[in-house]
């Protein structure tokens, strides 16, 4: 056999072989879309959506994972990405520091999740002092099905409205469901003043 004989079957090799480990992938749940999205924001503070990115569609896995979603153990990478996202964040607080009755509100959500002393402490973004919140704003509405702010995800799973979350706390069971999500009640002595 000569050598670009076997030159060019080692190539047609290697190419059906990159073809085999090539698969495509999309978030298969709107759960898991938001834990990659979660994990992108928490993961470095300047991290920004891009401007033209569209929010009614399915993101884009290269946009908030930082490894390939479409090699061949992509998706089994990125459950693991999202159990780790909502293990290290299991309360998430997404609100507008607005004004007036919005500002009071988000203040009180934050109180009462203070009064917990909640080990990890709570992941707060505020929304709309970020530049992608244009962008940010409509997808989190869309993966949520929450149309107004605080946004507030407990285990990966939002909550229905702020005066279900009071409501959990005056029954106690937000404390069984903050323990539930993997957050340890009284674990910490780190206080924050919002006021």
């Known amino acids: 056999m000569s050598y670009n004989l076997f030159r060019a079957k080692a190539l047609r090799a290697n190419h059906r072989q990159a073809r085999v480990h090539r698969h495509d992938f999309t978030f298969q749940t709107t759960s898991d879309e938001l834990g990659a999205l979660i994990g992108f924001l928490a993961a470095i503070g300047s991290n920004a959506l891009p401007a033209n990115l569209d929010p009614t ?7 908030v994972l ?25 309360v998430v607080i997404l ?15 934050k109180r009462l999740f203070a009064l917990y002393k909640l ?7 505020d929304i709309d002092l970020r ?12 993966l949520t099905g929450l149309s107004s702010f605080p946004l ?3 285990g990966g799973h939002p909550i229905l409205d ?15 469901l903050l323990r539930t999500s993997g957050a340890i009640v009284g674990g910490s002595d780190a206080r924050r003043k919002y006021e």
């Open 152 to 154: 507030i995800l407990i």
């Open 57 to 63: 569609e399915t993101l884009n896995p290269d946009v």
């Open 162 to 176: 702020v005066n279900s979350v009071f409501s959990l706390d005056k029954a106690g069971a937000l404390a069984e």
């Open 119 to 125: 080990k990890p402490l709570p992941m707060m973004l």
């Open 95 to 109: 609100s507008e520091v607005g004004r007036g009755d919005l500002a009071e509100l988000t203040r009180g959500v």
């Open 66 to 90: 930082e490894f390939n979603a479409r090699s061949l153990h992509g998706a089994e990478r990125v459950r693991e990405h999202v159990q780790d996202v909502w293990a290290q964040y299991p």
């Open 131 to 142: 530049d992608d919140k244009r962008v940010l704003k409509p997808l989190l509405y869309r």
